[in-house]
């Protein structure tokens, strides 16, 4: 018998932690997870990845907005759209994913505990109760921790939930604002920004440097602000907030170049710190950064040998996608199963509308390495299935060494991007080239034939490049 109460303790259930304890069940391990009653499932599934998403869902659909190419600009499925038409496909889903998460951690006999955790030893925690009060002690010969990431709280800025909100708050509102601010055009907040704009508010957005997602490709970011501009949205960048004022009928926020904005609300969406303020970290002889983050090795190992730590926890690239192998890869290692690691080759999906998606380099990154590339391109309004979804704005981008003809990069705009993105991923992943893609039947019609045309498309710029270097 061990010395300990499981072998495995997992805090926290989002997707980090729900894989890790999985994983540690399916090695015959005796597992337990820590999570308050009211956020099984994570920041992820309650105030997150999965309603942020299923709002957008909403939002497209109500709006009629992929559909108006063909019907006319004033098309729209409901006229008056309210939050609470809004919230109710929200819940419906959260709700359905909170049970699929405990059907998953019953059927592989994984216990559940409710309440909030914080270490009294490195091997000890305790647990208090969020219903009636109660307190457990458990002890663990190996410990993983995923308690993900809160909005983080500028100290200045007054938030009251109503008028001024974070990210997570947004998901509360009892209104749809006719205008709103938000500060930080980060994912988050470009996200929110944009399904705003589509049910109609007056968004403004402000930011402190002077260009959006800077990660992704500069033509992709180009593209998705004019459609953004094209639904009225503002942007300000270069510019700090300074104050916020708010009164019964809004806000006014000033900027520290004088301008001031009244709108009905203020989103803030300022990065995200680690929730692990409440964990007492120091009595399990860890740290975290001075944004509640925690370092850990290539195999997500503390400076504590048997404690773990994966998610959004540990920063970049906090993805729910990359999570959940963190979580599956931090259990197999801490019981010495054997596993490879994780492709370095991973996917970005920005959930805007339209969708931003990309794989592999950039064109900025090919370039400051002194790689040679042809792009290839291929717009969603030459294909019959562009045409039949309703979809003139969206492309396809791919990267093409000019060398050796091997993908380095694909980018994409519009319907289903984040979809799309793994065909160019598999071929890049497997290293193959240009050429599978152009000699590759693609069913017709479809959004996939995009990776056809633009094969074709950078294949011809290629001989012409050779045909001329003769």
């Known amino acids: 018998m061990s010395e300990y109460d499981y072998d495995l303790l997992v805090i926290g259930s989002g997707p980090g932690g729900q894989k890790a304890a999985i994983a540690g069940a399916k090695l015959g391990k005796r597992v337990a997870v820590v999570d308050k009653q009211d956020m099984v499932g994570g920041v992820c599934a309650n105030t997150g990845t999965i309603p942020s998403k299923t709002l957008r869902e909403a939002v497209l659909f109500l709006t009629g907005m992929s559909q108006r190419d063909l019907y006319g600009a004033s098309y729209q499925v409901k006229q008056d759209i309210t939050i609470s038409d809004l919230s109710a496909r929200t819940q419906h889903v959260i709700g359905r994913e909170v049970q699929v998460v405990r059907a998953q951690l019953h059927r592989n006999q994984v216990t ?9 030893d490195p091997h000890t925690v305790a647990v208090q109760g969020a219903t009636r009060g109660e307190h457990a002690t458990i002890t663990a010969d190996k410990i993983v921790i995923a308690t993900g990431t809160r909005p983080a709280r500028p100290a200045q800025v007054d938030f009251d939930a109503a008028r001024v909100l974070d990210s997570d708050e947004v998901l509360n509102l009892t209104e749809i604002p006719t205008s709103l601010v938000v500060v930080g055009a980060g994912v988050i907040g470009i996200e929110y920004a944009s399904m705003f704009a589509a049910l109609g508010s007056r968004v403004t957005v402000v930011e402190q440097r002077e260009r959006m997602l800077e990660f992704c490709d500069p033509e992709i970011v180009e593209s998705l602000k004019f459609h953004l501009r094209d639904l009225a949205v503002t942007f300000r960048f270069g510019e700090k907030v300074v104050n916020v004022a708010v009164s019964d009928s809004g806000t006014v926020t000033t900027l520290a170049s004088g301008k001031r904005i009244p709108a009905a609300a203020v989103m803030y969406s300022a990065g995200r710190t680690g929730a692990t303020d409440a964990l007492d970290l120091e009595n399990a002889g860890l740290e975290a950064d001075k944004r509640g983050r925690l370092s850990v090795d290539p195999h997500y190992r503390t400076p504590v040998d048997h404690i773990y730590a994966v998610g959004d926890v540990i920063g970049f690239p906090a993805l729910a996608a990359t999570s959940m192998d963190q979580g599956r890869l931090a259990a197999y290692h801490a019981f010495g199963e054997a596993t490879n690691e994780l492709s370095a080759l991973q996917p970005i999906g920005i959930y805007t509308i339209p969708e931003i998606s990309y794989c592999g380099s950039t064109e900025a990154e090919l370039t400051s390495s002194a790689i040679p590339y042809e792009v ?30 091997k993908l380095l990069g694909v980018h994409l705009f519009g319907t289903g991007a984040t979809d799309l993105v793994h065909i160019g991923q ?25 990776y056809k045309v633009a094969a074709l498309d950078v294949t011809n710029k290629i001989r012409a490049l050779e045909r001329f270097s003769v």
Request: proline content about 2%; some cysteine.
């Open 112 to 120: 559940l505990l409710s309440g909030t955790a914080r270490f009294v």
């Open 376 to 405: 290839g391109l291929a717009r969603y309004r030459e294909l019959a299935r562009g045409q039949i979804v309703g979809d003139a704005y969206g492309m396809l981008k791919l990267l093409v060494s000019t060398v050796d003809r």
């Open 426 to 450: 598999a071929v890049m992943a497997c290293g193959g080239t240009v050429d599978y893609l152009v000699d590759t039947v693609f069913n017709y019609p479809t959004l996939s034939e995009a």
